[in-house]
């Protein structure tokens, strides 16, 4: 049941903010889901004099809502938001208004969204601590990146710790607030069919691909240093694995799934040293063309003058041991600058073990199943039928299609769905803070390795599926990516 709530967002005139988050609550509010009453605070550095629905025109002019712009709603919209200026750093007469201002109001909802570094979540933590805005009504909601390894990561969640309890805390991957995502779970532990085969025995091997054909543009200042191992694997990569991979829980609800995503990740064999080198491809897109356009180097789009070390690109293969998926390859990959912008999960299925239509002659392709997280929804299996109404007697591969999007109009987008889950407290889809440690102990591994070894990364045309080497992972193990065309 949706209820009436404050939100403040730290960070609330920032990239994220405008991008995703402001667009979000007002699609959230133009179906209904977002009731007439709750309140959005936005805090900023700088004092803002403007009106507040100039402003969210300026936004959503760049940014455009999912529902469009409604001038009435927008009115509507806009006078449930407004900013406060805030330090995050020193209290003050700010936040002795916030904290005024919220007074009223002590029993309901009170979500507070980092969307700030993480340099500065310690001190918000302890400053909304100061101002007893951390009851039990509140929670706080944590966006990545948390840390750049492991030592800040852990430092984070014990700072974070000292004044709100792990239940208030609500660390977001906004890949597990997708539809498709939260499809997985149902349909593989509502469907005798799937689970049965999901395992070694039928299973050859499972692919998943982050890909996108933006490079950092405007986000340079974030992502140099940082790269997509920390940008990606370590969260939305790893939790894929989890979700695809993870054991039935017993129920669906926070403790049993994340019990269950956590003896995943500690069951991911550790890559080292030269296992590193054979199994980890690194690359960094160079020049090359979009749409036919030509387009700059990674190095152009930073202006950066001296070269960087810094991956745009990585492909992984990686192994889960334990007894379901003993010899059952995991190839992860996401990029920028390649040639489209897509999340998809392939589960290949074993090759059959004998031909009764070899006579056929031609190739049986291995049965697929794609789940396809964006720009759509889509679930799809892929298998041999007969080649109905051929002249001479053929088998072709089809697709069927798993049509699970009912409504456009139903659909939330992550960002909305995790912070009305985050209002009702619920911490189903987000991550708990030993997933965090264990994800970014299998990652600093790899990194720390390349930071010993020097490594650079291997450079590939923008516009290209990333490094030679990427494709080489596969075809030494007479596989392909299956979207490499
Ligand atoms: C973010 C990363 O978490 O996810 C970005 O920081 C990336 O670098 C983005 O572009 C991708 O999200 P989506 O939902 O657009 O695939």
Redesign the pocket.
């Known amino acids: 049941m949706d209820c009436q709530f404050d939100l403040i967002i730290f960070g609330g005139t920032g990239d994220l903010s405008r991008k995703k988050l402001l667009p979000a609550l007002f699609a959230g509010y133009v179906a209904g889901r977002l009731l007439e009453g709750c309140r959005i605070i936005l805090t900023s550095r700088a004092p803002y004099d403007g009106e507040m629905i100039d402003w969210l025109k300026e936004v959503f002019a760049e940014n455009k809502p999912a529902c469009g712009l409604e001038k009435k709603m927008l009115a509507e919209f806009a006078s449930m938001v407004r900013f406060q200026t805030l330090s995050l750093k020193d209290g003050g007469d700010d936040w002795e208004a916030l904290k005024q201002s919220l007074k009223a109001d002590a029993d309901r909802p009170l979500v507070h969204f980092l969307a700030i570094p993480p340099g500065l979540f310690t001190s918000t933590c302890e400053l909304l601590g100061q101002y007893g805005l951390n009851g039990e009504n509140a929670r706080v909601v944590l966006e990545?990146p948390l840390g750049h390894n492991l030592e800040s990561a852990q430092a984070i969640n014990a700072d974070v710790g000292r004044f709100f309890s792990e239940n208030q805390t609500f660390r977001i991957d906004?890949y597990l607030g997708k539809e498709a995502v939260q499809n997985l779970l149902a349909l593989r532990f509502s469907n005798v069919l799937f689970e049965e085969l999901w395992s070694s025995r039928t299973i050859d091997h499972i692919q998943i691909t982050?890909a996108?054909d933006l490079g950092v543009e405007g986000r340079g200042g974030f992502y140099e240093g940082i790269g997509a191992m920390r940008?990606?694997v370590q969260n939305?990569l790893l939790q894929l694995l989890c979700l695809v991979a993870m054991e039935p829980p017993a129920r669906i609800d926070a403790e049993s799934i994340r019990d269950e995503k956590l003896k995943v990740l500690k069951s991911l064999r550790p890559l080292e040293g030269e296992g590193i080198d054979r199994n980890v491809v690194r690359g960094q897109y160079g020049a090359g063309a979009m749409m036919g356009k030509a387009v700059g180097s990674y190095a152009d789009d930073l202006e950066l003058e001296s070269p960087s070390d810094t991956e745009t690109f990585v492909a992984i293969k990686a192994n889960i041991e334990n007894w379901r998926w003993a010899g059952v390859p995991f190839y992860l990959r996401t990029g920028k600058r390649l040639p489209d912008r897509f999340?998809e999960i392939v589960i290949q299925f074993k090759p059959i073990p004998h031909s009764p239509h070899a006579g056929w002659g031609q190739n049986i392709n291995p049965n697929r199943f794609i789940i396809r997280l964006?720009p759509e929804d889509h679930l799809a299996l892929r298998m041999m039928v007969k080649n109905h109404g051929a002249k001479s007697d053929t088998l072709k591969e089809v697709e069927m299609n798993l049509d699970v999007v009912a409504d456009d109009s139903t659909r939330l987008g992550p960002y909305l769905r995790l912070i009305l889950d985050t209002v009702r407290g619920d911490q189903s889809l987000f991550v708990h803070r030993d997933e965090v440690e264990y994800a970014w102990r299998w990652v600093d591994r790899i990194i720390n390795h390349w930071a010993a070894k020097g490594a650079t990364p291997k450079t590939y045309q923008s516009g290209t599926w990333g490094p030679y080497e990427a494709h080489d992972l596969m075809t030494r193990d007479r596989r392909e990516w299956f979207h490499e065309t």
């Open positions: 990545k906004h982050i996108e940008d990606m939305h999340a964006q």
